[in-house]
């Protein structure tokens, strides 16, 4: 009997000894190995989905105030002149207020920071391994087109808010540059000047430009030829490069006819409108930007409901003007006196949606007709300025007896009445080296200007309208150009973990 | 290693010996206090069968051989002796056992008798435990054990206390003790044991005593006995029923009243117009046109269109209309039922167990609560004369009622309360101040979509709560099975195989007729998650008493452990009709989402324990684990420990100290592991699905670490065990070092690389300290007894060598020669009187301090640390005839708290409609520039933000608090029910929990987390309850 167990507790030891060290090798099954991503271009592309998905849809901090990408233009449009954010709601008060941004302990500057450079990281993973991967060439060019396209766009972002205009300096270091994947033994980079920032871009944009030659996709978020000439557009607006940013626009838009009157009182929420160049579909399952619609959907009284416009904005626009026939005075209980601009709308509550507009062929037209004035060909500038108004049944632009520098400011207000809600307000103030201006909405005598609102229950009163509540930078002094409070921080955080970063 | 120690120990038990002609030893054997003769003590040679007994004048004779010898003498209630002995005539002292220093106490793998043992091992018995009002067994032994530290961080029922051995001997690797329930590793939901079933609970402290557990020991071991049954001629069923009610042990934040909050924002209002650039007049008025609109609401009436005047005071006449408490509307008075049986018995051949146990316990916000249903049986059966097996099931389901009541989320119920001032009604109001009734003529709640963020719009928990579901369900079974073989003398082969299993269920339901989720018709999430563990262990152990007084222990065995883990879940929108909960009268799916993770270990192990005479003790243990989460080259870790114990007491220079019992040396070194880093694949390079629009995506969720291996700890532990004056007082004295090397750590990254963190190997981290348990009984006259059980523990926690200068981390920052628990944060630096902003301090580069109004550019200095100087528990124990009264008192001194719930009534006129502490009162002004708080504002001038941490909300965490007291009563039964088995004993009795709190922070509940910042958690709640316990 003892003999027996003896034998049977040593067997019993050795098999599950052979047994279980097997056992000791297990993997996940919510995540992949980077073996498996680099076996052809199939799997690697799924990197491309995930980057944009993420970028898109992701709350950036894990915050409902961050909802993606579109977060970074609610900031710029909170940080402008012609959003006037109501400063008892959710968000974008201290935004606006100019007691965020310039912050480096903030969370939102950690968010923005972290998922930009995720981003970034992404398509240098996609971008290093692409040309090794197996797979047909023209699918190799798409996804390497698009990952350069998009570590542009993302170095765009970064350039546009994290320094002042390169128009003022392009030698002013910035932000850290990374071309290749991180490792372990990585350690941070030291800032690159504006210079080098905008050579990676429009290197990264002109070899997409070529790489995407015939591409056709499949979805308007992927990004086209179109697209990449677009963000080009862009970046030479920035550089002061006025032909070629002309140039680029004109390509951009190809294909992308500006929107009917009709159309503009939608609710940029569609993808399918014929003016978007590029754009992110929501849809119930993945509908985390669509978030943004609650700040800026102010018809939509269940969201957080604080995008208001600035009465002097209103006023920018010609009666007759489809645009303008968006603006109604709020008479809902505790918004009486707010100026609302019903613009951006949610496309479908019951699923949270709406879809998101990234580039619109107006916004090409605006750079066309910039570069174009700016580098004093006004009779094309002029064509393409009008072209617009024209599409937004606006009284056209007559240049008679105008200077070039009119018509430069005539087309950058057209841009704020054009673009609102789209984050072009602080990149343009930043780009134009211009101050903010907000301003009391009063009378001769110092009192609110009353207006007349409907209240729920249809009837009509008198109040006071409300305007702008933050008028000078929170130190008490006047909003000036090139001021540090318009710049983003580099996060407390970088400071601490990269011994580089100042060096 | 092992090999040489096992021959050192046969080589000590090699002493030749050489025969002698038989003589007789004579002695006498003596009580120890009062050298009175003991009549009946068996006196033996040796461990042979040559033995007797002493006669009516203590006297005996026995015959022997040898020249030298070994007398084992005992004696019922007194201490078993051996001596050693060349002499033929003997007076052997006898000392009273001292119960506390003689029990036999669970370790790894086996049990061993206190006394001698070189361990450092803590023992909580049932009657601490058994009756307590709580369903958390981690807050029950707050107080009872020196080393421990726990925090009921969240005093949501049903919730688990954090709970610390010795200071956390890690930094981002999991810092909890392993829990083992009858001899197995218990993956189990710890509220799901039920404490009555608990029979005893040891904490191994040392190397000693948990180094045997390798890999899963480092954060020391909480080994949890459950009861079993006894030999006995009748079943003795014990049935215990209680009834309490709960409320908030500490009472909530201050707040302002209405007309202190109106003029508050007034002035917040006109600060901002002054920073705007107005004059001081326009500032006025625009204040005083804004307050009402702002907050949205007007309740001094629509007659007072203006109730703040340009002067900033409420106008003449002026008064609230209504003033809602909207604490209290969310809190209620939590009843908690208690209820169990239990019935056990046996016989030679076998024994029984079985309980089970009912508990109802509902909390004091609306909402939550806990029930719990327990089943358990264990049984033994000696099947075969060389043959036990035992097999011990147990069932519970529990039901926790959970709505959230943790972190910043608006719905929390505990930070809503708290949140919304009372001027916001409950119920609709009309302006006039009453209430609108709708058709029924009942008040209508009012969910405020008109108010401000701050003021949480559109919620209304105290109409929601009721309608919404946040349900955890939880059946865990575990079972515990083995076989025992004596395969000889002294030789045993004990399989096992115990397994744990969990199915959790939660459902998170948002109605879709009032509140939040109105809009999306209401909302559902739900998941599944299905945990599996099981661990086989084979050991084989050898036990033999050696002639002339040596005993050896031998252990040898392997463990395979194996967790799965499989969660399912999905959320879904827009419910068909109201009434309806579940997902299926949904109409949109949102998402639907489910994996799976696997671990496993395996383990070889062996152990020896030796003692001459029952005096001189050692113990030798080593393991080898290997963990599937790491990398094959770094997976297998080495882990050992050794001991030593010296029983001074009985050595014969110290046997005529008469009132000296007790003196017993220790120490013990070892090392022991910890794999645990939240993750289950620390060494590949990962990517996280992250679909996009119905494609397949992944992203970067981890970077490749192939080198990543064990951090181990090294513990050291010396001690000491005393009794005194016939063992009215004994104690134990331990010091201990524990050092934790090449720690696991998630290193913060430069975030520009596209992490934000890498998991490394990083540093060593030192916890020293010292810890003491006295008991003492002061009074006993027979029919009075007063016991006191006292202790307390210091530790000191330092980081002893990083790779890198300092690495910054939230709140804290490591550095050589600091504290992981060193709060590194600015430096509040008071009010600039001239014009009322905050200021904290600046040190520059040359090291010149000076102040700065920009929180941002304020510099980080080290500025306390959360850690607690000591901590400790005082049991008062008062027993006269049949009434017994005890209290435990639990204590945490020094250490500092960062109250981040405060900050968030501090914000004042940064965010409109929230609560305002009454400290705003104290702002600045002009004619009022010496304060602590700066002047109101609109805008966030940065000292009340809770991502803005400054001293300036840092306080003492000290703190203490009647943990329990109870008042019990024997009713005197008729004699004739005990002999006749009908009732042997009732017990009644009356009993609180958290009866009393001291701490320093009004509002703060003083348990908060172990790392000192709070976060909005559900405060400790105070129970009292009547009970009933009945004996047959």
Redesign the interface.
Known sequence: ??KI??II?LA??LV??AA??K????????????DL?FQNVTNLS?????????MMDDFYGDVYSNPGYKTIGLVSDAMGNDVAVI?????F??TY?F??M??????RI?AF??EL??I???T??IIAHVDKVDGDAAAKNALKGQALALRANTYLVLASFYQFSYQKDPQAKV??I?TLP???T????SRATLQQVYQLILSDLQQAVTLLQGYQRS?K?LIDQNVAQGLLARAYLNTGQWTQAAQAAVAARQGYPLMSPAEYKTGFNNIDNEEWIWGH?E????NGGSYSFNFLDVT???G?YSFMADPHFMELFADGDVRKTLFYWDG???L??YLAYGKIRFGS????TGDLVLMRSSEAYLIEAEGDARANDLNDAVIALNALRDARTAPEYDPTGQTQQNLIDTILVERRKELWGEGFSLSDIIRLQKPVIRKPYTDGA?N?IQVTVTTPDGTTKQV?A?YH????F???T?FVANSPYYLF?I????E???PN?YK | MLKSLITGILLLCTFVTFPQSPHPIKGIVLAAENHQPLAGATVSLGKSVVQTSTDAQGRFTIETTAAKNVLSVSFVGRETREIDTRTDTLTILLSLSNKMLDEVVAVAYTTVKRSGYPGAVSTVTADKINNRQTGDIGSSLQGLVAGLQTESANGQPGNASTLLIRGSGSINASSSPLFVVNGAPYDGDLNALNPADIASISVLKDATSANLYGSRAANGVILITTRSGKASTTATINATINQGWSNRAVRDYDQVNTDQYFQLYWQALKN?A????FTDA?ASTIAS?NVV????INPYGTQYAEPVGADGKIVAGAHPLWDNNWADAVRQKGKFTQAQLNLSGGSEKSTYYVSGGYLDNQGVYIGSGFKRYNLRANLTLQAKS?LRAGLDVSGASTIQDYPPSSDSRTDNVVLFGRTIPSFYPIYEINPDGTYKLNSQGQKVLDYG??????ALP?MNLVGTVPLDINRIKNENGSIRAFLE?T??RGLV?K?SYNTDYINYNDQFYNNPSYGQA????GSVSESNTRTLSYT?N?I?TWLHDFSKGHHLELLAG?E?Y?FTYHQLGGNS??FVLPGLYEPVASS????FSG????????SFFGQAQYNYLSRYYATASIRRD???RFA?DS?WGTFWSAGAGWRMASESFLRSVSWLNVLTLKASYGASGNDNLNT??AY??????????????????????PGLKWESNLNFNTGIDFGIFGNRVSGTLNYYIRTSKDLLYSK?????????S?D?NIGTLRNKGIELTLNAVPVNTGAFRWDIELNISHNKNEVTSLPQKEI?SGTKKLMVGKSIYDFFIRKWAGVDPANGNPLWYVTDSAGKTSTTN???QGTQYYVGSSLPTVIGGITNTFRYKTIELSFLFSYSLGGKVLDQDYISMMTGG?S??RSFSKELLDSWTPQHTKTDVPRMT?????WANT??SSTRFLYSASYGRLKNLTLAWHLPLPATWKQNDYVRDIRVYLTGENLLTFYGHQGMDPEQSVNGTTYFQYPAVRTVSVGAQFSF
């Open positions: 009997m003892k167990s003896y507790c019993l030891g599950s000894l279980c060290n056992q000791l090798n297990t993997v996940p099954t919510n995540a992949v190995s980077d991503l799924t990197l491309l989905q995930g980057t944009w998905s993420s400063p008892t709601k959710y968000g008060k201290t207020t007691t965020q310039y912050d480096k302990t903030q969370y950690n920071w972290g450079y995720k970034i990281n992404n240098n993973i932000v850290p990374y991180t490792s372990d990585t350690v941070g980079h979805a978020w579909p849809i119930p399952t993945q939509y009284n269940q957080y809902d209980p505790g009486e006196g509550i019951p699923n949270q110092g609110p006071p409300k509540t933050a008028i000078r929170p130190d008490g006047p921080a996060p407390q955080s970088e601490q973990n990269n970063l | 901002k002054l920073t705007n650039g326009q046109q609109s702002d907050l949205a060389w979509d008109y108010r401000p963020q701050a559109l073989a395969l000889a082969f399989t109105t809009s999306i018709g086989w084979n084989l392997h395979y194996s929108q827009g949109i799916i949102e998402g994996y799976a993770d696997n671990y496993n270990k395996l290997g963990s599937s094959p997976r289950y694949y590949e390079g990962l990517y996280g699905i992250q679909n996009n629009l119905g494609n397949g995506g992944v992203i970067t969720s981890r970077l490749p670490t913060p990254l430069a975030a520009s690389t596209g992490f934000p890498v490394a910054i920009v929180y941002a940064a409109p409609g609109t805008d966030d001038l940065g991502s803005n």
